[in-house]
Structure formats: structure tokens, C-alpha cells
């Protein structure tokens, strides 16, 4: 930073000669004499809160419309865009297509995550929402195999890589935002409907395969769906993301951010500085040499959420269609309901983590995975209409519980400088792995041991190693984030934290951008990672 762009107290400050750093217990000393002030607090009031929480659902709601609309016409999709001669080896492509999208998405994170660290959330969050849903409109005006042969499956998959890549800075970016615009105290509950969004936008995608298809037979007859219903679906992405990006452009930039890249700092010489550092903004490297123990725990409890997750949206309409025989239509009649009550059980759970924890929450998850899952699928295989529906509430309730704290928790594991780059690598990496292969891998298990219980036992693994995972995560409830000023809704607050700051065994300053604290360095020169 050149001396006429540095904050005037850092202008008086002369770097220490190389390797000159105080002694252990003057910096300690320095430390404890820096003290939170009102001004530091984040004050967001509830109104803003909730238009910026808004404006992010909105894309979250795009992404799983489209895996809605997706995962309900796999079986339909395998009939128009590949003609192998083999049913089940279509079905699997057609599942493969699904996965792609999933592959992909690390290379979306590793992009757009640092690019949001550096020009800010709501900028990436724009222009992931306009490329989703461009992507997903021109997949309802494909050719099909049958008008141009194979290209109609490269095009399928072409689409599919713009979608996913677009999607590893969608989710990262809109939890971090989430995030950083709600208070402390109620970070779980706000945070949450994000996800809300997630799950009625599948519901809402199901819906609308469900009513084309009933509408598509009684207009056309029963063909009609094959040869033009299909595409309906797909082309509603077309309203639907003109309105998710007209409320993107109105949505702020975080005051986490704002605050953080603003903060001024004292001077420090790149041989002086310490990369691990809270308010160091690190490239991708520097990500995975000092948060990679936070990366493994996100990694493994996005693991164990995405496989329950996917495994009752995007896959159940298949598992359906395979095992008993439905249709699109019945299909989403089965699930939707579950989705509805999932989406209402989500901000429950969510305002629970605020008031017993994110790890109490995420452990009862992981418990409820290991022990429904498979009396879910015994009682699925009843067979009945009622008894699968019965089936799907059951799956639900593990997998609201691993929902509800996810965009409130995950990015609380990293500091503000690199939330949205670390972000972006581990949950995208985590997803492309074990989420959006869920459908491909469940069918591919089923095939080879002829075992339908074989989906259960895969949500069951992951339901193990996220309750590891989360043993091993420090308590984030009612914390202010790491690199983040403590953020409240009143000005009341801010001071009632601020005179009991010395009691409060929740604030750390060292863990925050004040001034003269590890969390606030300002670097002369570029640091490696």
C-alpha cells in the first residue's frame, strides 16, 4: 500500500527490522489493552436483515428449482438425449449428466470464492444468478437425440458444466452473506432460510413437472410430455431468473465485508508477517496450508448433509420410478409434501442452534441418520402411496437437521479475509464428491448388488463421519464471526456487549479488526501463500 493510502495511524508506524518481532509478553500485553468500542459494533437493523436475506434466497431457489425440474425427468431425459439400447445404461447417463454438474463446481469455487474475498459478495452473487439461469433456460431448447443424434447429449452436458460452475460460487457465496448480514445471537435462524429457499424451490420445481405433465396428457394426449411438456419446466427459468436477478442487483455488499476490507491497520513487512493470521486474505493456497483442518471438518459435514439431501430430492424420483413404477407425476405428489414440511422444519431447527448449539443440532442429525434411514426405506417398501409418504418425513427430519445450521455454521469455521475462497473450495469439493453423485452412485449400487437398501446405507456412512466431524468443530453459536466485529440489531446491544466485553467469554479482540490486534495486519508488498 503506497504511504499516501494508508490509514493515518499506520502512516506513523515503521516496520521492525526483519525477524524483529516483541517479545512474547508485549504482544500479549498489547493485545489485552485493545478494547471493542460502539463504533465497532455491526449494527444491522431487522429490515435490512431481511431484504438482503431475500434477495439471496432467490438464488438458492433457482438452483434447486432447476435440480427439481432435473431430477424428476431423469427417467424421461434418458429417453430423449440418449438412445444406447440399453434402458438402465440410458438412465445412468442421464444420472451422469446430473453428476456433471457437480464436477465442475470445485473449478466454480476456486474462481469465484477468492474472487468474492477480493470485489466483494454481492458483485459474484450477481453473476452466478444470471449464468444459472441462462443455462437452465436453454436447456428447455435443446434438440433431442432423435433430431441431431449425440450432439443432443453433449449439449446436455455442456449446459450442465456452465450450471455447475456457476453453482461453486452460488451456495458458498450466498451462506458467507448470510452469514455476515445476521446478528450473533440469531445467526442459526436467519441464516436458515436460505436453505428454506433451497427446498421450496425443489418443491417448487417437482410442482412444476407435475402439473405440465398432468396438463401436457390432457392437451396433447399421451405423448405430449416426450415430444414438447418437457421443456416447460425448464423455460419457467426464464421469468423466475429475471426476477432472482432484478433483486441480486438491489441486494447491499455485507457490512462484514465492507468493515474488514476497510479496517485500518498497522504496517507490516511481508518477511514479518504471519500468513496465519485471522485477517490475512489468502489465495487458494494459503487456504489449504492454514484452514485445512476447517476444510475437512466442512468437508465432511457437507458430506453427510448433501448425501441424505440429495438422496430425497434429486434421487427419489428415480428410486421411485425404478423400484414401483411411477410416473413423473406421482413421483413429486410422493415427495412434495415432505419438501414442505422439510422447508417449514428448517428455521425450527435453525432458531434451536441459536439457543443449545450448531454441534448439539448436528449431532441429533447424525444420530437420526444412522437410526431412521433404513426403517424409512423398510416402510417405503410397503409400497403404498401413504406408506412412501410416510417414508419421506422420516428421511426428512435428519435431513432438516443437518440443514438448518449449515449456512450459519459453515462459514463461521473461516475468517472473514477468506470466508467466501474457503467456502468455495470445501463445500463445492465436499458436493461434487458425495452430493451430486448421490443419485448417480445410489442407482449405480442398486444395479450391481440388486440391493434397493443400498441408498440407505450410503446416507448412513456419511451420517457416521459427520458426527466425527462435528466432535472435532469448535462452538460457533452466538459467537461474532472469526475477522468480524460483533454484529447485533440495536444500538442497545452493541452497547450492553461493549461494557461486559471483559465478562463475556465469547469476544476475543484477537480474533477481530481492531487496530494493533493479529487480526488486523496491512501488508507492504505482496505475500506469497
Given at each position: 500500500m503506497p504511504p499516501s493510502t494508508m490509514p493515518s495511524h499506520a502512516q506513523n508506524q515503521e516496520p521492525s527490522p526483519s525477524g524483529a518481532r516483541p517479545p512474547r509478553s508485549r504482544r500479549w500485553r498489547r493485545q489485552r489493552e485493545q478494547r471493542l468500542e460502539v463504533d465497532d459494533v455491526l449494527v444491522v437493523n431487522t429490515s435490512k436483515i431481511r431484504t438482503a436475506i431475500g434477495g439471496t434466497v432467490v438464488g438458492n431457489f433457482m438452483e434447486w428449482f432447476d435440480f427439481g425440474v432435473y431430477g424428476y425427468m431423469a427417467i424421461l431425459l434418458a429417453e430423449l438425449f440418449f438412445d444406447t439400447g440399453d434402458e438402465s445404461l440410458d438412465l445412468l447417463l442421464s444420472l451422469l449428466a446430473f453428476a456433471v454438474s457437480f464436477l465442475v463446481r470445485p473449478l466454480g469455487g476456486v474462481v469465484l470464492g477468492p474472487l468474492g474475498d477480493r470485489i466483494g459478495r454481492q458483485k459474484v452473487l450477481f453473476f452466478t444468478m444470471a449464468m444459472m439461469a441462462i443455462a437452465t433456460a436453454l436447456i428447455g431448447v435443446l434438440p433431442t437425440y432423435e433430431q441431431v443424434g449425440i450432439w443432443a447429449a453433449f449439449a446436455l452436458y455442456a449446459l450442465k458444466l456452465i450450471q455447475g460452475f456457476s453453482t461453486g460460487g452460488e451456495y458458498a457465496g450466498a451462506t458467507t452473506y448470510v452469514a455476515e448480514f445476521s446478528p450473533d445471537r440469531k445467526r442459526g435462524y436467519?441464516?436458515?432460510?436460505?436453505?428454506?429457499?433451497?427446498?421450496?424451490?425443489?418443491?417448487?420445481?417437482?410442482?412444476?413437472?407435475?402439473?405440465?405433465?398432468?396438463?401436457?396428457?390432457q392437451v396433447g394426449g399421451p405423448d405430449a410430455m416426450a415430444e414438447w411438456g418437457w421443456r416447460i419446466p425448464f423455460l419457467l427459468a426464464i421469468p423466475l431468473g429475471a426476477v432472482a436477478i432484478y433483486l441480486r442487483a438491489r441486494i447491499p455488499e455485507?457490512?462484514?465485508?465492507?468493515?474488514t476490507d476497510a479496517a485500518p491497520a498497522p504496517v507490516v513487512h511481508p518477511d514479518e508477517a504471519d500468513p496465519s493470521a485471522i485477517g490475512m486474505r489468502k489465495g487458494v493456497g494459503g487456504i489449504l496450508r492454514w484452514h485445512w483442518r476447517e476444510l475437512l471438518i466442512a468437508i465432511a459435514i457437507v458430506a453427510a448433509t448433501n448425501t441424505a439431501g440429495y438422496a430425497l430430492t434429486s434421487y427419489m424420483p428415480t428410486y421411485l420410478g425404478g423400484q414401483f413404477g411411477y410416473n413423473e407425476m406421482v413421483s413429486a405428489a410422493a415427495t412434495i409434501p415432505a419438501l414442505i414440511a422439510l422447508a417449514i422444519g428448517i428455521p425450527l431447527f435453525g432458531k434451536l442452534s441459536?439457543?443449545?448449539?450448531?454441534?448439539?443440532?448436528?449431532?441429533?442429525?447424525?444420530f437420526a441418520s444412522v437410526?431412521?434411514?433404513?426403517?424409512?426405506?423398510?416402510?417405503?417398501?410397503?409400497?403404498?402411496?401413504?406408506?412412501?409418504?410416510?417414508?419421506?418425513?422420516?428421511?426428512?427430519?435428519?435431513?432438516?437437521?443437518?440443514?438448518?445450521?449449515?449456512?450459519?455454521?459453515?462459514?463461521?469455521?473461516?475468517?472473514?479475509?477468506?470466508?467466501?475462497?474457503?467456502?468455495?473450495?470445501a463445500y463445492n469439493i465436499s458436493v461434487s464428491l458425495f452430493g451430486g453423485?448421490?443419485?448417480?452412485?445410489?442407482?449405480?449400487?442398486?444395479?450391481?448388488?440388486?440391493?434397493?437398501?443400498?441408498?440407505?446405507?450410503?446416507i448412513m456412512g456419511f451420517g457416521v463421519l459427520g458426527g466425527i466431524a462435528?466432535?472435532?468443530?469448535?462452538?460457533?453459536?452466538?459467537?461474532?464471526?472469526?475477522?468480524?466485529?460483533?454484529?447485533?440489531?440495536?444500538?442497545?446491544?452493541?452497547?450492553?456487549?461493549v461494557e461486559g466485553q471483559e465478562e463475556n467469554p465469547l469476544l476475543d479482540v484477537?480474533?477481530?479488526?481492531?487496530?494493533?490486534?493479529?487480526?488486523?495486519?496491512?501488508i507492504v508488498g505482496e505475500l506469497d501463500d
Open positions: 436467519y441464516s436458515s432460510f436460505l436453505d428454506v429457499g433451497s427446498y421450496l424451490g425443489f418443491a417448487a420445481g417437482a410442482g412444476s413437472v407435475a402439473l405440465t405433465h398432468l396438463l401436457a396428457v455485507t457490512p462484514a465485508f465492507e468493515d441459536d439457543r443449545i448449539g450448531r454441534r448439539k443440532v448436528y449431532l441429533g442429525a447424525a437410526a431412521l434411514i433404513a426403517p424409512a426405506f423398510a416402510v417405503m417398501h410397503l409400497g403404498s402411496f401413504w406408506a412412501i409418504q410416510g417414508a419421506m418425513f422420516i428421511v426428512a427430519l435428519p435431513v432438516a437437521m443437518w440443514i438448518a445450521g449449515s449456512a450459519a455454521t459453515l462459514p463461521a469455521l473461516f475468517p472473514t479475509a477468506s470466508r467466501y475462497g474457503a467456502m468455495g473450495i453423485t448421490t443419485p448417480l452412485i445410489s442407482q449405480y449400487l442398486v444395479d450391481l448388488t440388486g440391493n434397493s437398501y443400498m441408498p440407505a446405507f450410503w462435528v466432535l472435532c468443530m469448535r462452538e460457533t453459536a452466538q459467537r461474532p464471526l472469526l475477522g468480524s466485529f460483533p454484529t447485533v440489531e440495536t444500538t442497545a446491544e452493541a452497547v450492553e456487549i484477537a480474533e477481530m479488526p481492531i487496530p494493533g490486534t493479529p487480526a488486523a495486519p496491512v
